[in-house]
């Protein structure tokens, strides 16, 4: 959904056009976070959207 959003924005299909579109992409609701997309971060999530878990007797559970 980030390249859909990227290319309706640069409302081209070119390379080019289409990265710069995405590095501009500031709060973008997806499922795993809101991406604030920049030239030098290409993820979009800051750190706080990981978490880890783990299954004790069936539960997901966060490691603390």
Do not use: C
């Not at 409302?11 to 289409?18: E, G, I, L, Q, Y």
């Not at 795993?32 to 030239?39: A, E, I, L, R």
Request: charged content about 30%; hydrophobic content about 45%.
């Amino acid at each position: 959904m980030l390249a859909v959003e990227a290319m309706k924005k640069a409302r081209s299909t070119d390379k080019a056009k289409v990265r710069d579109a995405l590095e501009s992409i500031r709060d973008f609701i997806g499922i795993d976070g809101v991406f604030n997309m920049t030239p030098t971060d290409h993820m979009g999530l800051d750190l706080t959207y990981f978490r880890m878990i783990e299954v004790k007797k069936g539960n997901w559970v966060p490691i603390q």
